[in-house]
């Protein structure tokens, strides 16, 4: 059983950066891929971008391309969300997730185990 904890949400102004942490524990060899993803209330969960655990190819949604980078820290068992330039719309709990397969990344149901979420405010 894989265990993910999420650490470094909170409040920013827009403008500003946040980098969020998840760290694996448990079952992580059989992890081939980790995404984040963000949800609203009333909205549903919604990507935001993914790693392949295999070959680091990563994925991203387009309202944050080029300005959220997602890495991993293998050693570490660690991925990273970094945002930049964040706005009051990325306003989310952000959930990270590890999935048994590196297919299909950018869809919810491929994963298998799920953070407990970290709540991001950006204000205006």
């Known amino acids: 059983q894989v265990q993910l904890v999420e650490s470094g949400g909170g409040l920013v102004q827009a403008g500003g950066s946040l980098r969020l942490s998840c760290a694996a524990s448990?079952?992580?060899?059989?992890?081939?891929?980790m995404g984040w993803f963000r949800q609203t209330p009333g909205k549903e969960r919604e990507f935001v971008t993914a790693?392949?655990?295999?070959?680091?190819?990563?994925y991203y949604e387009d309202p944050v391309k080029g300005r959220f980078t997602i890495s991993r820290d293998n050693a570490k068992n660690t991925v990273y969300l970094q945002m930049n330039s964040l706005k009051p719309e990325d306003t989310a709990v952000y959930y990270c997730?590890?999935?048994?397969?590196?297919?299909?990344?950018?869809?919810?149901?491929?994963?298998?185990?799920w953070g407990q979420g970290t709540q991001v405010t950006v204000s205006s």
């Open positions: 997730a590890a999935a048994k397969s590196d297919d299909g990344l950018g869809h919810a149901s491929v994963y298998n185990y």
């Open positions: 448990g079952g992580i060899l059989s992890i081939y891929g």
């Open positions: 790693i392949s655990w295999t070959d680091g190819s990563t």
